[in-house]
């Protein structure tokens, strides 16, 4: 399967700021995905990346507070804009092969205050 | 859409009993299924994968059992270990979500020595 090497693993933000998120693949795919899971809460789709075009976003989530780039086939990043302390969650990104599923990142631990 | 609940939410046994982890789906239109581990404050680490047209899957101690017509799914831990405290999610693919994973609240569990 997949390795996906993500950072930073957590950080610690101000309020108004931005914090750039990022997701380095082992191989190349088609398509990167990225979560959020709020505290006590299980994963919720921000967004799927795929590389030359827009990124899709979900019901919910728009581009100008969640801008995504996908330069290439093996990389990716996240940005959260002008954050505020309902911001505070785990991000993950995640790719997908037939044959093994879904592998995700460790995860970036964003805290605002 | 589909809607995937967990039960139980929480489970907390002694070390070395063994362990059923009970996932329902709505959508049984789906293309696998995906049971993950998560650690408090980690990512997701994918645990098994059972294709739609498979009963069950087995690694290790974990076996997982597909019924896609009645939209369940179960993990099976044997011997349980203090290692094995974490938070289980089964995520199924496909059905009405269009290829997009749909997690569960996840259940939590708790092995003590």
């Known amino acids: 399967s997949a390795v996906i090497s993500q950072k930073p693993s957590r950080d610690i933000c101000q309020r108004g700021t931005s914090l750039t998120i990022q997701c380095q693949v082992d191989s190349q795919v088609t398509m990167m995905f990225w979560y959020r899971q709020q505290p006590g809460q299980s994963l919720t789709l921000i967004a799927t990346a795929n590389q030359g075009s827009e990124a899709t976003y979900e019901s919910g989530f728009v581009i100008d507070k969640f801008p995504i780039s996908r330069p290439n086939l093996t990389f990716s990043t996240l940005t959260v804009s002008n954050m505020s302390p309902e911001d505070s969650s785990i991000y993950l990104c995640s790719v997908r092969r037939d044959r093994y599923g879904y592998t995700f990142g460790s995860g970036t631990r964003l805290t605002v205050v | 859409k589909q809607e995937v609940t967990q039960i139980p939410a929480a489970l907390s046994v002694p070390e070395g009993e063994n362990l059923v982890l009970n996932c329902s789906f709505t959508d049984s239109a789906i293309y696998n299924l995906q049971w993950f581990r998560q650690d408090p404050g980690k990512g997701l680490t994918s645990l098994l994968l059972?294709?739609?047209?498979?009963r069950e899957q087995t690694s290790g101690r974990l076996n997982a059992s597909l019924d896609k017509s009645s939209g369940r799914s179960t993990l099976y831990i044997a011997a349980s270990q203090p290692g094995d405290s974490a938070t289980y999610l089964c995520?199924?693919?496909?059905?009405?979500?269009?290829?997009?994973?749909?997690f569960g609240q996840g259940t939590i569990l708790t092995v003590h020595p």
């Open positions: 059972i294709q739609s047209s498979q």
């Open positions: 995520a199924p693919l496909g059905g009405t979500s269009y290829g997009k994973l749909t």
